[in-house]
């Protein structure tokens, strides 16, 4: 097995793992909420068969950005509508953030062997880098839906609008690397920075 198969497994790997997490905290959040139907679609569970879309899996290993199953939810069920959705589209990045954050920091202060070095290292690349791609307020990612629960009516008609052409610019953008030379930074930096305090 060459170095280079290796990583392609710990990307794999990487990419599942940061799916599976996101998916499932978007759905056991909405839940929580009271809405019944991440529960109904069996999505308020760690098993990474529930919440892996395969094109969104493959792209997310060759191109770094990919997309999970979207968790179908109701919010009509949450007691305060634009609180539950904010909390269900805030939360699943940042736990991803921290997962991350503390992959990366058991990588610093575990001895193992450099391939499980490898590994944690591409976990936290790969969650932290889906954290803040899923802020960015293009449907259909996260950002998107928050920035629609705080705003008028009349401006998410504008928002909606001019959505198709903002998800041609996003798919253009994860496909000529624009995405990764913009956020792959902010990662690092966090790297660094827990790197500096361990």
């Known amino acids: 097995m060459t170095i280079n198969t290796n990583f392609l497994i710990y990307e794999i790997i990487a990419a599942v793992v940061a799916i ?9 959040v909405s839940s929580s909420l009271g809405d019944p139907l991440p529960k109904r679609d069996k999505r308020v569970t760690l098993n990474p068969i529930r919440h892996i879309e395969p094109i969104g899996l493959i792209i997310m290993i060759a191109f770094g950005f990919g997309w999970s199953k979207p968790v179908e939810n109701a919010p009509i069920y949450y007691k305060d509508k634009r609180k539950g959705t904010i909390l269900t589209y805030t939360i699943a990045p940042i736990v991803c953030l921290l997962f991350g954050v503390i992959i ?5 202060i575990i001895d193992a062997p450099s391939e499980v070095q490898t590994l944690l290292w591409t976990i936290a690349f790969f969650n932290i880098r889906h954290a803040f791609f899923n802020i960015i307020p293009i449907y259909p990612l996260d950002g998107a839906k928050v920035l629609s629960a ?20 996003l798919v253009l953008a994860v496909l000529w690397g624009l995405a990764s030379r913009l956020i792959d930074p902010i990662v690092f930096a966090i790297f660094g920075f827990i790197w500096q305090i361990f």
Do not use: C, D, E, W
């Not at 599976?20 to 056991?28: E, L, P």
């Not at 990366?104 to 610093?108: E, Y």
């Not at 008028?152 to 610019?169: E, L, T, Y």
């Open 20 to 28: 599976t997490i996101h998916g499932f905290v978007k759905a056991f």
């Open 104 to 108: 990366f920091t058991i990588r610093i």
């Open 150 to 169: 705080l705003r008028g009516p009349n401006q998410v008609v504008k928002m909606v609008n001019s959505q198709m052409f903002m998800q041609f610019a």
